[in-house]
Nanobody, 121 residues
């Protein structure tokens, strides 16, 4: 099983980006995390494998939207109203199990390679 993240880039503050993560194999509970230089990895958003349960970090609530297309086995993170503080490497992650939004990074078994998001002020 592999996870392939894409969609990062450079955007001005207030702009938008969409990240996408493609998973091969079975359907998983999925999440997005990010890590800024000199900081620990932090949770961003998660979605259950059914798509019916989502959860967001307070710092992105109302600005980011996580969604999935199980027919394509992809999970997207739509990021609006981006701020310089959102600058980080974003990672998608996957874990099997009952449908739930998993927010703890240690629970994830699979990780993508990361994609850089840079927001300029």
């Amino acid at each position: 099983v592999q996870l392939q993240a894409s969609g990062g880039g450079l955007v001005q503050a207030g702009g938008s980006l969409r990240l996408s993560c493609a998973a091969s194999g079975r359907t998983y509970n999925m999440g997005w995390f990010r890590q800024a230089p000199g900081k620990e990895r932090e949770f961003v958003a998660a979605i259950s494998w059914s798509g019916g349960i989502t959860y967001y970090a307070d710092s992105v609530k109302g600005r980011f939207t996580i969604s999935r297309d199980n027919a394509k086995n992809t999970v997207d993170l739509r990021m609006n109203s981006l701020e310089p503080e959102d600058t980080a490497v974003y990672y998608c992650a996957a874990t099997p199990g009952l449908p739930r939004a998993v927010i703890t990074d240690t629970e994830y078994r699979l990780w993508g390679q990361g994609t850089q998001v840079t927001v300029s002020s």
